[in-house]
């Protein structure tokens, strides 16, 4: 490790914090239904949708109605979705000729961008047209970020409101969303990427001449656009297989630093916007000290795992630290930061081979998954994820004080509790439950790329990025078969939506109560005590699901590594 290192992680740090503030009240405003910079633009536009869709912007939902117009809305993204990838032989802009995707690969792909997972069990630029990487591919990308951020502001709402019946209007927080937040950024950002050398075109593979006299195709297509939500949308499906690390999606330091950056801007604005929403902004940054304090000790175990290298590695002599699988142009500590940033925050774009990484350099990007996907998360995911564990917090504070707990003036009560444990509980049902499955299944078993532990950390990995909606890979896994497409596909439907509807019962339930005003019992929920036993609740409850299966992979992996045995 370097001052140089630690100097890179501070910057970016410091770039996040100086976004939080500015964007979250751009968004306060945004879903408030107040004038922002682009109101007299977009306007016009906002109104003609709602025209064209029957929609009464002043109407507001039920949570019920609110959370099945969501689902029917995503029923009718996987059949367009699906279609569009099994007719794409028939369709335009197929420069390079792509056959029709295979039913189980659809289905599985499908499923993986309706609910912001983006696991690709294919290759991009081999797979997918134009056509599917644009209208199907990107499509989703904006509209499942989307649809997590308008959940994420109804449960703000819920906390917000007081002897409400309603919690907002899903098609409204979802245009609003996507016009004047997501398109305007990703705009920006994408035309930045071009600038950078990341191509957007929709001409044909180029033919180039090596220096051999050898003939290559090189793809390219339309990168930047798809890259752009990819990151600010916590996506993370790479138009090419090797992701950002290949030079077409991520060429430079500076894209590097600044695609980190992008992927936790909106997840760590919304923590502000939860602070204004609720009247009080020590309440939402509270939330985020949290999640840093998790985020920086994750980044320094990674960091330093991946320094330190091997002691294989030490008796060659190769000093320097663990490079396989990683690019050189961005080093040790930027591939390490970018696995920490991918799989905290819900996204799973990753600049390097997790599969290559150390023991524990590859567990700390699996404990990230496992916690719930809740240390800045997914856009709107983090946040809902986040405050379902303060919702059990505060319960375990009640109990250690002996009175109703309360936060942020609305009382906790056994409604609550029952769908915050069903949140919690169907990830470890999925990720387990698929992982003990695979493991004794002979032919999943066998699409391991590495014996011991290691394949064992590789069938783990695989689960738990599809059940926490991340999509990143340990990429030694051969998982294009049916098996892993079905139950892959499940995992991350019940990892999506057996989340989303408790955290909507919640947001209704609360929305509906009276606000309770703050007297001497009321636990602080601004200061350090509450941030300590914030972390320590998410720390027990992931430690005490998922260490035992963490012991059988990486911990064991890493024992057998001091005795320089590898996998």
């Not at 140089?4 to 939080?20: H, M, N, P, S, Y």
């Not at 590495?450 to 695989?462: C, T, V």
Request: glycine residues 12%; hydrophobic residues 55%.
């Amino acid at each position: 490790m370097t001052l140089i290192g630690w100097l890179q992680i501070a910057v970016f740090c410091a770039l996040v914090l100086a976004l939080t503030r500015p964007l979250g009240g751009y968004m306060t405003r945004v879903f408030n239904g107040e004038r922002t910079v682009l109101f007299p633009l977009l306007r016009p536009l906002e109104s003609a949708l709602y025209r064209l869709g029957g929609i009464d912007e002043k109407r507001e939902q039920h949570w019920l109605t609110y959370t099945v117009a969501m689902l029917l809305f995503h029923v009718g993204g996987f059949v367009i979705l699906y279609a569009l990838m099994r007719l794409q032989a028939f369709l335009p802009f197929n420069p390079a000729g792509q056959t029709a995707v295979a039913p189980d690969l659809s289905f599985n792909t499908a499923v993986s961008f309706l609910t912001n997972t983006n696991w690709q069990n294919y290759g991009g630029e081999s797979t997918m047209s134009y056509l599917v990487q644009m209208l199907g591919l990107t499509h989703q990308n904006f509209l499942s970020a989307a649809t997590g951020i308008a959940l994420s502001i109804a449960l703000v709402r819920g906390f917000a409101r007081a002897s409400f019946k309603t919690i907002g209007n899903f098609w409204v927080d979802l245009t609003r969303c996507t016009l004047y937040v997501l398109l305007p950024i990703c705009i920006v950002f994408a035309l930045f990427l071009v600038w950078q050398g990341i191509p957007q075109t929709l001409g044909p593979s180029v033919e180039a001449t090596t220096l051999e006299g050898a003939k290559q195709t090189i793809a390219v297509g339309p990168v930047a656009s798809q890259v752009a939500i990819k990151m600010f949308g916590t996506n993370g499906g790479g138009f090419f297989n090797a992701n950002a690390a290949h030079p077409f999606e991520n060429p430079t330091a500076l894209s590097n630093l600044l695609q980190m950056v992008a992927i936790f801007a909106i997840g760590a604005a919304l923590t502000n916007v939860f602070g204004r929403m609720v009247g009080n902004e020590r309440q939402g940054f509270a939330i985020l000290a949290a999640m840093a304090v998790l985020f920086v000790a994750g980044g320094a175990v990674t960091y330093w795992a991946e320094a330190s290298g091997t002691p294989v590695l030490h008796s060659l002599g190769l000093a320097g630290g663990n490079m396989e699988g990683k690019e050189v142009r961005f080093g040790i500590v930027a591939s390490a930061l970018f696995a920490v940033v991918t799989t905290a925050a819900s996204c799973g774009a990753v600049n390097a081979m997790h599969d290559a990484f150390t023991a524990l350099g590859g567990m700390i990007p699996l404990i990230n998954m496992q916690l719930g996907e809740i240390i800045v998360g997914g856009v709107g995911a983090g946040l809902y994820g986040m405050l379902i564990f303060v919702v059990i917090t505060m319960f375990v504070a009640g109990l250690m004080v002996g009175r109703t707990p309360e936060y942020a003036g609305k009382k906790i009560e056994a409604k609550e509790m029952k769908m915050a444990m069903l949140a919690i509980l169907c990830l470890p049902l999925m990720i387990l439950g698929w992982t003990a499955i695979a493991v004794v299944f002979p032919p999943a078993a066998a699409a391991t790329g590495n014996a011991g532990p290691h394949g064992f950390s590789e069938i783990l990995y695989a689960y738990t990025s599809q059940t926490a909606n991340n999509g990143s890979a340990f990429a030694g896994l051969s998982a294009n078969t049916p098996f892993y497409n079905l139950s892959g596909g499940i995992a991350m439907l019940v990892g999506r939506f057996f989340v989303i509807i408790p955290a909507m019962a919640i947001a209704g339930s609360l929305a509906a109560k009276k606000a309770v005003p703050a007297s001497a019992g009321t636990f602080p929920t601004t200061g350090g005590l509450f941030i300590g036993l914030l972390i320590g609740v998410i720390l027990i409850v992931g430690g005490l699901t998922f260490f035992p299966a963490l012991a059988l992979g990486p911990v064991v992996e890493h024992l057998a590594m001091q005795a320089n045995t590898l996998f």
